[in-house]
């Protein structure tokens, strides 16, 4: 991919030429080929492809979860690459979001601590003007003093929505964010995240698996055995699950 | 099941490993307990053999007054010198030797102070030549009154060389009196010393008169058998021509009577370290019920799908039991090895302490590989039998479940708890106020078993509340916040980590307590009623108490500004055939003026040759009033009929009996042990000591201090025990904090997944420590809080029982106790380093890839 001096400026997390290697020798398994992708500030990303195209890998590399074998990531002007475990503590502070499939909420804090945690983490208050925002949009108003386990999954999904956006950084990486709800739950947090990314510019990069909550992003990266191989822009449920099925057949093909 | 269970041992390798080295330690106290007073016992079977080895029969006076091992040295009545003629001619004695042998001659070193043996007698003797056991290594026989030979360890201990002047202490003279060192002798088999004895040889004049203080007469007789003769028969044929009046006995009877004396000591002693093996045990109870709680807890699923696929609830309990008796095992095992190596360490240490005792090689008894075997593997069955319990009641349906650990309630623990708390009260009340029916001890001990039972159990209860309020101190920071509300989120969990700490906290504590109270008592009644300004005394370093020439006293009187002077002397005596402890005052008037005592009955101011004065409780209970006569048998001596004529008012510093200073020739010691100085008003003291000094140059072995310096003195040994037992009980401590390890490691291990999850979202590595070991300092602290307050409540309700044994005073040691709480501190510190570089290094990838 080929990118000017002033969409890198507009980029919020890059990829260039990331290889990631797992195991050597025989066992060697390559689960990035050199990919190179850059994802817009304020657009919402969602990475697709089939269990083992390497979509997972690519975004715990974006995130600085996993290290890279080759090649470089970036995060606005940092680079990631390189960077030790308390650099990469700050990023994660300062300049990352995260949501997982699993919630993974602190069961003895209540929501709205479990909100701030990140902003008491780093020593900082939060917005007061954003958090109320951020409540509002998410609809807790009412369950802020509530603990997780007297949440429903949808309510705690939000909860980790809310504490990922009440930081504003530069990027949040969704894992499959919907994979432990129901399709209504599931429809209510992705409208949500639809709606910070077009209301407030947060920039958002989502990997899934399904495609109705793929047609939610401004964007689709498809990924096949470690390699992006297609992109759709304003996708729709049926566009994506068309290119996935393009992809299913090539992969047979292959076979 | 056998299989899956093995399996799953292995899988938990970690955790197994820090519960089992609770009951390791505890084994090894048990099993050292019984390789060190084993190994010491036939150390001493040999020495004694060795000493008496030479003896075919040995023939000595009855003791006039049996002493045992708790009370003091046995003194031998002396016997005739004429005695041995009369032993010669019994037919089959070969020859027949008198023996002087008697302890109390203290080799003064050339540094000016008296050589001291540190438990083994110091024994004073007559020389009567080389044999297979005792040869000359330099120099010659004594001849002359002022000369002496000694064995090369003590030469080597009193730096003196053959050929010099050295001064020696006797039993009848505490003035120095100088002799001429012309040998020093060794042992067979190149030994300097048997079992750290120090020996003296004089003539035999000179030792009769100074070891037992007459002339003509001896310790003891050795008979050597004639060819053909059994020693048997020996001794019969001397016991038959001697009559009743004389113990007759063969080398080997006397070596073992000598042995089986020390080795009652030595039970007692044996006795003790079980005791302490019985608290280690009691906290690693602790340490394995919680870690099999939680491994149980942790294996719902996997118990549950046993349970779905067919196992019985009997088979879930077989399974976790069989864990526990493989630990068990493999803790025995271990726990007995570390046992003999620390006997066997100890009894090394013991022996180069009392002087080179040499150790025979180190046994294993039968007792240690049982003892070892049934604590081990009980104590680890029983406390993993609540949770075998638990495991097998848990429903197939989990399996198929979120693993929910729902908060069950605490009501019924607690009900529980406060049971058990009840009777152990109960309990205490019984032992301490004395109703307890001949059972005092045990009705006791069960108490403060059953209270700590109790309040473990209600621990959970308490913990909440508690465990807020002390992580509220750290709630200023946010890793700080997170490990206060991770300590209190598993309350039980916590309750009995704590509990385990609590058990040793509140052990010391309470003997704290106990002793500072004691001592305090001790000192305040001494400071209010000793009208003393000066006294002369000496530490106590082997069974003989320092004494000192009695000639001091009248000299002390003679200075100026000395109002009174009064020597104390004391015996264990025979009064009516019974044990009772007699002393003597060099100045009756002491009694009411040093000693503050009381008249109740009689005149107490005077006392006559054949008088004598008994403190209130002691003529109550032994029915005596003014005017009443008794047979008094001392030491030495005939026995003599005394008649009261008076009675004093009893206190922590009367004497059961005063006897006429008269008597105090025939005390097993006949100098004074203490003395006490009272000045006249106006007098300083400090013109007055060294002036007292002066006179004791020539008895080394005591000094003049002023009353506060003696009290401080003789209530140091107190000291001394209180060291002794905090040491011991390190070791209860020491395996609670394993409890904390285990118990944090095994929830960083649970919270993996949140501990990845608030690294992600930017935690560093060194606030995840933090809050690891925050969660570690309120456990620990809060244990140590428990531990302190139970404590004080043990040692408080046992001094209220001693008031009548004059601990009046309830001395609570605040300054301990802020130290208690800070070591916790420091503790919770030390368990959190391991389970918290777990945490840290945690992958954050990992743990929240991890499903």
Redesign the interface.
Known sequence: MTATVGQQAQAAARANDVWKVYGSGEAQVVALRGVSAEFERGRFTAIMGPSGSGK?TLM?CLAG??SVTRGTVSIGETTVTGLG??GL??L???KV??I?Q?F?L????TAKENIL??L????RKPDPAWYDTVIETVGLKDRLDHRPAQLSGGQQQRVACA?ALVSRPEVIFADEPTGNLDSRSGAEVLNFLRDSVREHGQTIVMVTHDPTAAAYADRVVFLADGEIVSELIEPTAETVLDTMKKLDTAAEVGN | MFRATLKSLLARKVRLILSGLAVVLGVMFVSGAFVLTDTLGRSFDSVFADGFSEIDVNVAAKPKVQVNEMEGEQTVAPLPAALVDRVKQVPGAASATGVVNADGARVIGSNGKVVTSFGPPQLGENWTGESELLKLREGRAPQAEDEIVINKALATAAKVQVGQKVGVLTAFESKKRDFTLVGVFGYSGDRDSIGGVNEVFFTTPVAQRLMLGEPDVFSSITVQAADGVSDEKLRDDVARTLGADFEVKTGEQVAADASASLKEGLSFFNKILLGFAAVALLVGTFLILNTFSIIVAQRTRELALMRAIGASGRQIIGSVVLEAIAVGLIASVLGLAAGIGVGALLAFLFGKLAGGLTLAGIGVPAAAVIGSFAVGLVITVVAALLPALRASRIPPIAAMQDVATPDRPLTKITVAGSLVTGIGAVLLFLGLSGNAGGQTLSTILGGVLFAFIGVALLTPLISKPVVSLLGAIFSWS?PGK?GR??S??NPRRTAITAAALMVGIALVTGVTVILDSAKGSISALAQDTIKAELVIAGQQGGPRPPTFDPGVLDQAKALPGVRLVDGEYGDMARIDGEGTWVAASSDIASLRQIFGAKPTAGDIDRLGPTQMLASSDTATSRGWSVGSTVNVQLTRGEARTYTISGIYESSQLTNPVTLPVTAAKDFAIPQPIQGFIQLDPGTRVSDVQPQVEALLADSPEVSVADRDAFIKQQTSSLDGLLTMIQILLALAIVIAVLGIINTLALSVLERT??LG?????????S?TMGMITVEAVVISVFGALLGVVVGTGLGAAVVEALKDEGITDLILPWGQMGVFLGLAAIIGVVAAVLPAVRAARIN??GA??H?
């Open positions: 997972s715990h979860l996993d475990d308390a503590t700050k994660r502070r300062d979001g995260f997982f699993q993974n602190l069961p003895t804090l945690l990140p008491s983490i780093a020593g504490r | 946010v997170l509300l991770n209190g989120r997944r949140e999850l608030l690294r992600a979202i930017g935690l560093r590595r606030q954050v990838l929240i890839a499903d």
